[in-house]
């Protein structure tokens, strides 16, 4: 499961004020413990220093520590006087318990801890047989010799039951200020921080998850850093949402005129198309009549400049209805053999004019009947054909045809000039040729294979070249054409 941000930020501030809960809760017991054991050794030096002043003044009276009778009593009232002490006894410098607050302990025999003996100081130990630490104070007498010690003790029990209990309390109040806390922080986080974040992830997903739908903005989040982050990204959407609104209106425009470009040059190639037929007509109707080898040269070169313009002006209407949605295909049955021959038939004598040879090949395992649109079909060969023999000088041209799954592909191969591997996909954009001076040498206006395209992707077709500059080339295109039986 992944945690949200609220949940990361709650988890690390939970891990460190526990941290800090823990660390403050052990300081302050252990403190405490250091504080309160003093405090016992305090008191129980201060009961056996009493003790041992009582002890002395009898002993001022010249009476000897061991004649002494019922000095228990004052060991018993001291224990039951001050809470926490465990017992107060005299001990004899060699170990013998001369007065103890418990009367079944008096006239033991002690095993005494090191640094309990010799000493006329008082001092602290740790007896670990009855699990007490130790005040001890010395008792002089009148001579100055020390004659007896007074041991008062309290247990180390008592400290560490004081410690936990303080632990407890401690950690008790630690976690009622973290769970405070905690709902403080939940408040302030969702109010100031992880709300605004949320909120700016949801509009971030609806922007991700629905393309093109910059409409939604994060609500206003104040006038910090990160409000003004929040106000940023809206403004960003403002920008975004109106380029969009641009672009569409510039789209919506640049649409618009090429619909009237393409509207403006089929009417014009229409009609510029009709007086030319009728002046090809009447031309070759005066090449008919008796003229002289001059005139008639010069009603040739009419004849050839007219068709010349003439195909000009039907790559113009072909490509103006492409582009204005127009072109539509008639599909019907034809021969595939026809087809090839007559696109070759057509451009055999521009071939001759130029000495190259033309020929055509079809496999005999090349379905003899089609179905599709045989004059499109022609219209794509023609132009291919015508193509390669306006950049042939010498050589040949080949046409072939080949079937790649349920497409047949119609491929047209010469020994011209070649193209660049890099310029094989321009030439089949419009208006474009290999280089400016293209045109200049072999005219054209550049949409003779763009046209190849269109029409070959309308018959569900590509179109593609191999060639190498100087070795010739490789023009095909493919169309998927139903296949009928014999």
Not at 98 to 105: C, D, I, M, V
Not at 406 to 435: C, H, N, S, Y
């Amino acid at each position: 499961m992944t945690l949200g941000l609220r949940n990361k930020i709650a988890l690390i501030v939970v891990g460190v004020v526990l941290t800090g809960i823990v660390a403050i809760t052990a300081t302050s017991s252990l403190l405490f413990s250091a504080q309160y054991a003093d405090a016992l050794l305090s008191r129980s030096h201060a009961i056996a220093k009493g003790l041992s002043i009582q002890l002395e003044r009898l002993l001022a009276l010249d009476i000897r520590i061991d004649e002494l009778i019922g000095f228990e009593e004052q060991c018993i009232e001291a224990v039951r006087a001050y809470e926490g002490i465990s017992y107060a006894q005299v001990v004899s410098p060699q170990g013998q318990v001369l007065f103890h607050s418990q009367n079944n302990r008096i006239g033991t025999k002690l095993n005494l801890p090191a640094g309990s003996g010799g000493e006329d100081r008082p001092r602290t130990i740790t007896d670990n047989v009855e699990n007490t630490y130790v005040s001890i104070v010395p008792v002089m007498d009148p001579s100055g010799n020390r004659v007896a010690d007074v041991w008062v003790g309290f247990p180390r029990e008592q400290i560490v039951a004081q410690r936990n209990a303080m632990l407890i309390a401690g950690f008790g109040v630690g976690l009622c200020v973290l769970i405070l806390g905690l709902a403080f922080l939940y408040f302030t986080l969702s109010r100031y921080v992880t709300g605004p974040i949320a909120a700016f992830s949801r509009v971030v997903s609806h922007v991700r998850d629905n393309q093109g739908d910059y409409s939604v903005r994060v609500p206003p989040q104040g006038d910090d850093e990160l409000g003004g982050m929040m106000q940023g990204f809206n403004q960003l959407l403002d920008q975004i949402e109106q380029r969009d609104r641009d672009l569409v209106q510039a789209k919506e425009a640049s649409d618009a005129a090429n619909r009237a470009k393409s509207e403006f040059l089929a009417t014009m190639s229409h009609e510029i198309r009709t007086p030319m037929n009728a002046v090809l007509g009447m031309n070759d109707l005066l090449m008919r009549t008796e003229l002289t080898d001059k005139q008639r040269r010069y009603a040739t070169n009419v004849q050839s400049a007219g068709r010349w313009l003439l195909g000009i002006l039907n790559d113009i209407l072909d490509f103006s209805k492409v582009e204005a949605g127009k072109l539509s295909l008639n599909p019907a049955p034809f021969s595939l053999h026809t087809l090839i021959e007559e696109a070759v038939q057509m451009q055999s004598e521009m071939a001759e004019k130029k000495s190259l040879g033309i020929s055509w090949e079809v496999p005999e395992e090349m379905p003899g009947r089609l179905r599709g649109d045989s004059g499109r079909l022609m219209q794509m060969l023609t132009n291919l054909i015508s193509n390669a023999i306006k950049f042939t000088e010498q050589g040949q041209i080949k046409v072939s045809v080949s079937r790649t799954g349920d497409r047949m592909v119609f491929a047209v191969t010469d020994t011209g000039i070649g193209v660049a591997a890099d310029i094989v996909p321009k030439l089949f954009e419009p208006f474009t040729q290999a280089d400016s001076s293209t045109s200049r040498r072999y005219g054209g206006t550049g949409l003779g294979l763009a046209i190849v395209k269109q029409l070959a992707e309308a018959m569900e077709g590509d179109v593609g070249a191999d060639s190498t500059p100087g070795q010739g080339a490789t023009f095909w295109f493919s169309a998927r054409l139903e296949v009928l039986p014999a």
